[in-house]
T-cell receptor, first 111, second 115 residues
Framework: QKEVEQDPGPLSVPEGAIVSLNCTYS??????FMWYRQYSRKGPELLMY????GNKEDGRFTAQVDKSSKYISLFIRDSQPSDSATYLC???????????FGKGTKLSVKP | DSGVTQTPKHLITATGQRVTLRCSPR?????VYWYQQSLDQGLQFLIQ???????AKGNILERFSAQQFPDLHSELNLSSLELGDSALYFC??????????????FGEGSRLTVL
C-alpha cells in the first residue's frame, strides 16, 4: 500500500462549482498535512498546511484532516478558471521527516 | 517566482550518457531537496542536503548522486542514463533542516528526455 493515495482525475467542473479533492494515507503517525498547487510547466507551491486533525480555512480554500479515517480533503468554493492546476496532497513522514506526495489531481475549471 | 533557479530547463540525451542538473536555492535557504516527477510515480523524494551535508535520502538510485557546495548551490548528477530516467527533476529549498509547515520552495524543474 502506498503511503499517500490520491485520485489523479482529471476533474472538470464549471466555474463557480464547489470542488472536493481527497487523499488517503496509511500511517496513523503522520501529523503534518499539506496541499500543494502546481500550474502547468511550473513547480509546486504550498497552498495550505494543517497540523493534526481539524479544518483550516484560507479564503475560498478549506483543508480538512480526519485522522480517524486517515483522510485529507481540500475544498475550493466558488471555483475560478485560475484554479485550474494539479493539486498534490502531501504528508510529512518517512523515516527522516521528508515530504511524501500524492500523485496529484488535475483540475480544470471551465468558464 | 519562488526564487529557486534550476538549469537547464530542458535536456535531451541518449541512453548511457551522464548529465548534471544545477540548482540555486532561495537566498538564505540552507536546505536543498531534489525530487523526480513522472506520470506513473508522481513526485518522488530523492535526497536532501543541509548546509553542505547530506541530511536525508529517499528513493535515489545508485547511478544518481548529488552534492551541495559551500555557496549552497546544488548539483544532481545522473549517470548511465536509461529510458526510464526521463522525467521532470525539481529542486526545492527551505530555510532549516526540517520544514514543519511543509513549505518547500520549488524551482520550475529540469525536463530530462532520454532517447
Amino acid at each position: 500500500q502506498k503511503e499517500v493515495e490520491q485520485d489523479p482525475g482529471p476533474l472538470s467542473v464549471p466555474e463557480g462549482a464547489i470542488v472536493s479533492l481527497n487523499c488517503t494515507y496509511s500511517n496513523s503517525a503522520f501529523q503534518y498535512f499539506m496541499w500543494y498547487r502546481q500550474y502547468s510547466r511550473k513547480g509546486p507551491e504550498l497552498l495550505m498546511y494543517t497540523y493534526s486533525s481539524g479544518n483550516k480555512e484560507d479564503g475560498r480554500f478549506t483543508a480538512q484532516v480526519d485522522k480517524s479515517s486517515k483522510y485529507i480533503s481540500l475544498f475550493i468554493r466558488d471555483s475560478q478558471p485560475s484554479d485550474s492546476a494539479t493539486y498534490l496532497c502531501a504528508v510529512r513522514g518517512g523515516s527522516q521527516g521528508n515530504l511524501i506526495f500524492g500523485k496529484g489531481t488535475k483540475l480544470s475549471v471551465k468558464p | 517566482d519562488s526564487g529557486v533557479t534550476q538549469t537547464p530547463k530542458h535536456l535531451i540525451t541518449a541512453t548511457g550518457q551522464r548529465v548534471t542538473l544545477r540548482c540555486s536555492p532561495r537566498s538564505g535557504d540552507l536546505s536543498v531537496y531534489w525530487y523526480q516527477q513522472s506520470l506513473d510515480q508522481g513526485l518522488q523524494f530523492l535526497i536532501q542536503y543541509y548546509n553542505g551535508e547530506e541530511r536525508a535520502k529517499g528513493n535515489i538510485l545508485e547511478r544518481f548522486s548529488a552534492q551541495q557546495f559551500p555557496d549552497l548551490h546544488s548539483e544532481l548528477n545522473l549517470s548511465s542514463l536509461e529510458l526510464g530516467d526521463s522525467a521532470l527533476y525539481f529542486c526545492a529549498s527551505s530555510v532549516g533542516q526540517t520544514s514543519y509547515t511543509g513549505e518547500l520552495f520549488f524551482g520550475e524543474g529540469s525536463r530530462l528526455t532520454v532517447l
